[in-house]
């Protein structure tokens, strides 16, 4: 009986730790198929966006891809998002989040996050635009990166290369200027920019992990 006891001791310690291990695993989603632009959509100089070779590319006249799919019908408000970035020297871009579609213009909506290595903006990669900037070089131009924002709430932090750069708390009653009014934290879809015709960012490995 003390045998048999053990066993089912050990049994239930091994059950509970895969509970937890399961419980504390993130689902992610593919945002991307690696093949087309099924599930995004962009207005504007909808040429700035091809795909080649599994990525996506963003090169040409300024131009915003909105992920525009199934998934919690391209509304997110928690979220862990993840991408694989390169840039190439010169280049300028960013990932949105909690915007919505426009036809063209800069995004008036939600926030961007800076993908930026060696462009003339000092705002660097990783940056909360105009809110919680880096100025630091992170990553080289040439090298593909991961970018991750994570929303959770009022919080938002961004990682590149697994290293947290930005963790920004956004304050009740928030006061933004009038050229950033629709830079706060509600719920919405992604966003990455086409910046100019000189700028050449690829972009693959589009993931969301949705949060409580």
Not at 20 to 48: C, H, P, R
Not at 53 to 77: C, M, T, W
Not at 134 to 156: A, G, H, P, R
Request: charged residues 20%; neutral net charge; contains cysteine.
């Amino acid at each position: 009986m003390r045998r048999v006891s053990y066993l089912l001791t050990i049994a239930g310690c091994l059950l509970a730790g895969a509970a937890v291990a399961q419980k504390g695993s993130k689902k992610w989603i593919s945002l991307f198929d690696g093949k087309s632009l099924t599930g995004w959509k962009v207005g504007e100089n909808a040429a700035t966006f091809s795909v080649d070779s599994g990525r996506i590319v963003a090169h040409g006249n300024v131009a915003h891809l909105f992920y525009d799919g199934p998934v919690q019908d391209h509304n997110f408000k928690n979220f862990h998002f993840r991408a694989d970035v390169m840039t190439t020297p010169g280049s300028n871009s960013g990932i949105y989040f909690h915007t919505a579609y426009q036809e063209g213009g800069w995004p008036k909506k939600g926030y961007e996050v800076q993908v930026n290595n060696s462009h003339t903006d000092w705002r660097r990669t990783g940056s909360l635009y105009a809110v919680d900037d880096v100025k630091d070089v992170l990553v080289k131009d040439n090298v593909w990166f991961t970018e991750e924002i994570i929303v959770q709430d009022k919080k938002v932090t961004v990682k590149v290369n697994g290293k947290t750069v930005v963790e920004y708390t956004e304050p009740e009653n928030a006061q933004r200027p009038a050229d950033m009014n629709g830079r706060f934290l509600s719920s919405g879809t992604f966003a990455l920019q086409g910046h100019d015709p000189d700028s050449k960012v690829y972009y693959k490995n589009i993931q969301v992990s949705i949060l409580p």
